[in-house]
T-cell receptor
Framework: KQEVTQIPAALSVPEGENLVLNCSFT??????LQWFRQDPGKGLTSLLL?????REQTSGRLNASLDKSSGRSTLYIAASQPGDSATYLC????????????FGTGTRLTIIP | GAVVSQHPSRVICKSGTSVKIECRSL??????MFWYRQFPKQSLMLMAT?????????EQGVEKDKFLINHASLTLSTLTVTSAHPEDSSFYIC?????????FGPGTRLTVL
């Protein structure tokens, strides 16, 4: 059974700093990995999707990496802003034909102005 | 991008009543949709996989007779919470599968009094 863990559970950093969020998964047979943000009381916003054959994806100030063999992914946020404050979730999809997502426990990020 | 809608966005009901939640893929057809549930301060957990024209596949611990799923068309899946109880209060999110990517609905917040 796939298990996804995110460390740390909560993180507070001053505005402008770069930061890294971590995600680990126990079964490396994944189809893809996705990072989301969730604002309080809201739904999920997809940030980046990395296919199992890819090593990283970038969108603006965000960069996500994937090391499938070691079961790890990181989300790098450059030049953090107060608007980045949210809960960040990673999720992995099983192999083709088993695309259901297993979500991590989330990291609650607070950017201090 | 692919758009998925959910209706209603928020519902409050009395214990013992049934509530139906609709999930629609607006600009694409989805053979497969997923239903997730998120309890307060927790991550998302898959409830069931909904396949058009066939019975849904439920995850372990999810009562199929309590959470009725109907996927009668390629653009609509419904989740009916029957005889709702306060412990069913949660955030319900559906996704539609397009290719190997899931597109998320905005979620439905259910409160059972």
């Amino acid at each position: 059974k796939q298990e996804v863990t995110q460390i740390p559970a909560a993180l507070s950093v001053p505005e402008g700093e770069n930061l890294v969020l971590n995600c680990s998964f126990t079964d490396s047979a994944i189809y893809n990995l996705q990072w989301f943000r969730q604002d309080p009381g809201k739904g999920l916003t997809s940030l980046l999707l990395i296919q199992s054959s890819q090593r990283e994806q970038t969108s603006g100030r965000l960069n996500a990496s994937l090391d499938k063999s070691s079961g790890r992914s990181t989300l790098y946020i450059a030049a953090s802003q107060p608007g980045d404050s949210a809960t960040y979730l990673c999720a992995v999809a099983g192999d083709f034909g088993n695309e259901k997502l297993t979500f991590g426990t989330g990291t609650r990020l607070t950017i201090i102005p | 991008g692919a758009v998925v809608s959910q209706h209603p966005s928020r519902v409050i009901c009395k214990s013992g009543t049934s509530v139906k939640i609709e999930c629609r893929s607006l600009d694409f057809q989805a053979t497969t949709m997923f239903w997730y549930r998120q309890f307060p301060k927790q991550s998302l957990m898959l409830m069931a996989t909904s396949n058009e024209g066939s019975k849904a596949t439920y995850e372990q611990g999810v009562e199929k007779d309590k959470f009725l799923i109907n996927h009668a068309s390629l653009t609509l899946s419904t989740l009916t919470v029957t005889s709702a109880h306060p412990e069913d209060s949660s955030f319900y999110i559906c996704t539609s599968l397009l290719g190997n990517e899931q597109f998320f609905g905005p979620g439905t917040r259910l409160t059972v009094l």
